[in-house]
């Protein structure tokens, strides 16, 4: 009795819960905005796309009418990517035998990606799209705010809005460059709305330039490479204009930029010193530091790593032993992503940290030449999404920040949620027209008749 009610209740729960996919729409919208300049709003939203999944786990909700195990099973190697770093803190511990919940807060943070994953395949296609205007306005209130905390780039704030600065200077950069990259889903004449995303593309860099992260410039070239492979089709003049445009934006910053030139000339004098063994405490030469004492970490554990909690303690010794010096030795990271994994993780946790690069950057690099204008610039704003995270992470441990993980999570989440749903679109396309075709042929045939008395051959 108790099971023919429940599965009369069923489909009906089912059907009134199509609603739930506005709330999830309008949470992952408000993400990006939240995500830089409001840290507890973007926690709650990250937890409220958890929720709803929740939810609508409980309630049997089934996107594209598939199950939450059934999108597992067909997307399990992102998923596994994306809970290996959990997985690679599982087997430090194991090793150890010693086991806590601590260290799994952020990896945790990636490791919920397949249940907003889900979620968001509720999300109808062209509500996914109204992203990018999340992303505009949480790039231009960044670089507002630090433009307000840096006194126009006098000063150099330690953090912005609870983010360290070098972090929060990559990310507004990367969330400037997604919308630009947004402008895939305009249509030329839709100047506004390409004016706004200039304008964010703008704040996002201005963002970087105030935050003096070099190492978050580096990424610059990247998004402009990413930008011309979705652009590929346009007309080679127009191409080399644009490219023109930007190398003498540049320039000019460059050389009219006194802050630029600082940064420029500073490292210059830290690889010099640092190679003279003169000062080798400055900013390049603490991380190069740090490096080298990562490096002799992960040769003592080469397998699963030393573990982030005895991270401090290692280096606290080799700064005794006079490897490195006690300035070098109070970092709280090594201020490089792969170098960080492989001491605290070694080998496994450098896996782990690479395929949640590569693995996701695989899933849009084989979409980059969809003939598909919106399935292109969606594989293009996951593909600077993933490599983004990759070169930022060569200069600091982006992982190592709460806002880094749900930004990455949320994002990712989205956009390949979003390439899925468009791909399952066009088939439906195709569908429905070879079906009108087959409809019409059968309609054509059906009124035509044939008399043979009135049949002639042409002469």
Known sequence: MLALSY??????????????????????????AFALNLQKG???????LVLFALVGLACRVKPLDKSFTLILREHWPVMLAMAGTAVAIF??????????????????????????????????????????WGLAVGTVIAAIKLYAESHAGELRPVDSFSTPLVPFGNLALLMGALALLSIGWNKPGDKISIAGKVIAGCAGLYASYLSQARGGWVAIPLFI??????????????????????????????????????????????????????????????RWQIWQA?????????????GQDRFPAAIQKLAEQHVMTAEAAIQPHSHNDIMYKMATFGTVGVLALLSVYFVPAFYFLRRMRDPDQETRTIASMGLALCLGFFVFGMSDVMFFWSASNT??????AGLLAHQIKRKAELE???????SDAAQHLHITVASFSFNPATFRFAA
């Open 225 to 286: 490479f990413i930008a011309a492979a979705l652009y590929s089709h346009l007309r080679t003049r127009y191409k080399l204009l644009t490219m023109t445009l930007l190398a003498a934006l540049i320039l000019a910053i460059g050389t009219h930029s006194t802050m630029v030139r600082n940064r420029i000339v500073a490292a210059e004098t830290d690889i010099a010193g640092y190679i003279e063994g003169k000062n080798v405490n400055t900013s390049l030469g603490l």
């Open 428 to 434: 439906q396309a195709v569908r429905s027209d070879s």
């Open 294 to 306: 990562s490096w002799l970490i992960f040769k003592e554990h080469p397998v699963v790593g030393i």
């Open 91 to 132: 087997l430090h511990q194991l090793s150890d035998g010693q086991f806590s919940f601590k260290p799994y807060d952020l990896p945790s943070r990636l490791a919920l990606f397949a249940l907003i994953f889900w979620a968001l395949l509720l999300v109808p296609g062209t509500a996914f799209r109204q992203i990018q």
């Open 42 to 48: 973007a926690n709650v939203c990250f937890y409220l």
């Open 407 to 412: 930004f990455y999570s949320v994002t990712l």
């Open 7 to 32: 599965n009369t209740i069923a489909p009906s729960l089912e059907n009134d819960l199509r609603y739930l996919k506005w709330p999830v729409a309008i949470t992952f919208l408000l993400y990006p």
